[in-house]
């Protein structure tokens, strides 16, 4: 089992910048692609930004020049580094890691973008 808990949700203005954690626990010695998603609504939840252990990085087209994805090894954390928010990014943001190929999510952090 992986556990995963983010921090760093919070409510921002829109232009500002927001910095997301994701801490893992657990059995994480097989843990590969780390992730960001978000779900807003009732939409479906995205992919935002993933990234290897070797720190190869993707986004979705849409989110490449506004989110940052890092991630540090040691301390098994993986990162999001949001900036120009806008009232579209409101949504809750959520980590995923690739365990062996078993995925795990976080409960997610909330993110409020005011216009």
């Known amino acids: 089992q992986v556990q995963l808990v983010e921090s760093g949700g919070g409510s921002v203005q829109a232009g500002g910048s927001l910095g997301l954690s994701c801490v893992a626990s657990?059995?994480?010695?097989?843990?590969?692609?780390m992730a960001w998603y978000r779900q807003a609504g009732g939409n479906q939840r995205e992919l935002v930004a993933t990234i290897t252990t070797s720190g190869m990085t993707t986004y979705a087209h849409s989110m490449k020049d506004q989110f940052t994805i890092s991630r540090d090894n040691t301390r098994n954390m993986v990162f999001l580094q949001m900036n120009s928010l806008q009232p579209e990014d409101t949504a809750v943001y959520y980590c995923?890691?690739?365990?062996?190929?078993?995925?795990?999510w976080g409960e997610g952090t909330l993110v409020t973008v005011s216009s």
């Open positions: 657990g059995n994480i010695f097989s843990i590969d692609t």
């Open positions: 995923n890691a690739d365990n062996g190929g078993v995925r795990y």
